[in-house]
């Protein structure tokens, strides 16, 4: 598409609820990345894809946060049992590769509220 | 490690008056930098980029920033500010290396007054 597409735009949800976010990114880009952007916390990396692989996992917070994606496109972004403090932005982007000079594209974000 | 650092976490001006946004940064090689902007409940939009080319990059909708390497700063500037201006702007670092994960500033929420 001719931008990165995110849906749910907003979710609301009860607490210990699983929710799913998905993020379809601009066709052709190799590389995919979610973050995490929360009041007080400014914007956090969760997860990176390159390909259908996800090398650097390192800022998801919790086990109760998975992400995959298939066929190099659309990832989805699972959250299990969730939380209060999960509540949040949650923003994908893409880029054509991992290369550092590459620009990434935003999505608008999916916007959580736990209550 | 790369890291950035916005000075302000607020700036107010007044329209037509110009606007200067403090970023500095901190990395072991020659980084790639970034500003990014958000409009409220629009997703992150990119202003301008640098990557080791010329040192005063020049971005959309009349903004520019100058790369100083002695005094480790990135700060975003435009001449006169317009209401549309109005919006937050990230400072960003990208890690570099076969990541490309960037690093983002806390943010520096512009107000432009009438």
């Known amino acids: 598409g001719a931008g990165v597409s995110q849906s749910p735009s907003n979710k609301v949800t009860e607490k210990g609820k699983d929710v799913e976010l998905r993020c379809d990114p601009i066709s052709g880009h190799t590389a995919l990345y979610w973050y995490r952007q929360s009041l007080g916390q400014g914007l956090e990396f969760l997860i990176y894809?390159?390909?259908?692989?996800?090398?650097?996992k390192s800022g998801l917070p919790s086990d109760r946060f998975s992400a995959e994606r298939t066929g190099g496109s659309v990832s989805t972004l699972t959250i299990q049992r969730t939380q209060q403090e999960d509540s949040a932005v949650y923003l994908c982007?893409?880029?054509?590769?991992?290369?550092?000079?590459?620009?990434?594209?935003f999505g608008a974000g999916s916007r959580l509220t736990v209550l | 490690a790369q890291s950035v650092t916005q000075l302000d976490s607020h700036v107010s001006v007044s329209e037509g008056t110009p606007v200067l946004l403090r970023c500095n940064y901190s990395s072991s090689y020659s980084p790639s930098l970034f500003w990014y902007v958000q409009h409220p409940n629009k997703g992150l939009q990119l202003l301008l980029k640098y990557t080791s080319a010329a040192t005063l990059v020049k971005g959309i909708n009349g903004f520019e920033a100058e790369f100083k390497k002695s005094e480790t700063s990135f700060h975003l500037t435009k001449p006169s500010a317009h209401m549309s201006d109005a919006a937050e702007y990230f400072c960003v670092v990208s890690k570099g290396g076969a990541t490309n994960k960037l690093i983002f500033g806390t943010g520096t929420l512009l107000a432009v007054q009438p």
């Open positions: 982007a893409s880029s054509l590769t991992v290369s550092g000079a590459n620009v990434l594209t």
């Open positions: 894809f390159q390909g259908n692989s996800a090398p650097d």
